[in-house]
């Protein structure tokens, strides 16, 4: 695999000299320090989690630019001239190309304020961050916690897991898709490398190993599955004997909102859907049986998994006023 230099260019960002504190000698050897791990990687503006340089809309198309916009990730070089010729010109951040360096990073963040609750179908379980969260994605998939691999603290105090990538996979980094404050950073995403300050708070190493392998149940649950293509009025009735065609034709389009629901908000279309279709179960138009079969298939079509899937629907059902006794 190939790595290019990151470029020295100015840009508006750039301090006009390098400061000669502590914490901006620390940068460059942090920098160094992941590179040397094979992690490619590129500047971050001085205190901030921002690339340095120009986004793409301002793109000149001249100089490293001249075959068109570098972005970040192809901008980032695990080469130690070209990182200390960077590093020189000012206090940058550094960034970790995730894709490049081969990585799979899980990111656990923390609520942003009182505000920033968990969603319904998480709020039932007493999570109260990303940490809570992955510890419930682990126990449904019967595994342990990873925590013996290369972790990170976040300026907020979050984690990031860094693990790596599955040899034959191509996955892109993902925004809650997982659960609630996790995320993942993969190929078209970066992470903020420990040794860089944000807002001047620090990003520290709490476990200095090796990255580990990303679990195989976290890699079937970040391997994206085509969604199916929208099931016939006629076979959905057929399935469902005794509904009316109101009913059905409800049924379906509920089941076509989870089925292109994005990233980020599927567990979040597996609830509304089940929340919607309450009323027909407690008028007698639909069996909650009959919906819980139907949403956990098509949740699960869009990329979930069984646990969650059954968690969004018994969420969504009970808030919605459904009366027969939850399918398991």
Not at 21 to 38: F, I, M, Y
Not at 44 to 69: M, S
Not at 83 to 111: F, H
Not at 277 to 293: F, K, M, N, P, Y
Request: charge should be neutral; charged fraction near 20%.
């Amino acid at each position: 695999m190939t790595h290019h230099a990151v470029s020295g260019e100015p840009h508006p960002d750039r301090t006009t000299s390098t400061s000669h504190t502590p914490e901006a000698a620390a940068l460059p050897r942090a920098a160094l320090s992941a590179a040397s791990r094979g992690w490619p990687v590129f500047p971050l503006r001085p205190g901030d989690k921002r690339p340095a340089g120009h986004p793409e809309r301002d793109c000149p198309r001249t100089g490293r630019c001249a075959d068109g916009h570098r972005t970040p990730e192809q901008r980032a070089t695990v080469e130690a001239d070209s990182i200390a010729r960077c590093w020189q010109a000012a206090p940058y951040n550094v960034g970790i190309a995730t894709g490049p360096a081969g990585l799979v990073v899980v990111d656990l963040d923390l609520p942003k304020d009182d505000t920033d609750t968990a969603p319904p179908e998480w709020a039932a379980l007493g999570v109260a961050d990303g940490l809570d969260v992955f510890a419930a994605l682990c126990e449904r998939a019967g595994e342990r916690l990873p925590t013996e691999t290369y972790t990170v603290r976040t300026r907020r105090g979050g984690l990031h897991l860094y693990f790596t990538a599955p040899e034959g996979k191509t996955l892109r980094s993902t925004g809650g898709s997982l659960g609630w404050k996790v995320d993942t950073r993969a190929w078209g995403g970066y992470v903020v490398a420990a040794g860089s300050t944000v807002s001047g708070a620090p990003y520290e190493i709490i476990h200095d190993g090796p990255a580990a392998p990303l679990p195989a149940w976290l890699t079937g649950l970040l391997t994206r599955k085509p969604a199916p293509a929208p099931m016939p009025l006629s076979e959905l009735s057929a399935r469902m004997r005794n509904a009316t065609a109101y009913s059905t034709t409800a049924l379906r389009g509920e089941l076509e909102k989870v089925l292109s629901a994005r990233e980020g908000g599927r567990n979040r279309s597996v609830y509304a859907a089940a929340y919607a279709l309450a009323r027909l179960i407690r008028t007698g138009d639909l069996t909650e049986t009959a919906v819980t079969d139907e949403l956990m298939s098509a949740g699960q079509a869009a990329g979930l998994s069984a646990p969650e899937c059954r968690t969004a629907i018994r969420s969504g059902l009970a808030r919605g006023g459904a009366t027969e006794t939850s399918a398991a």
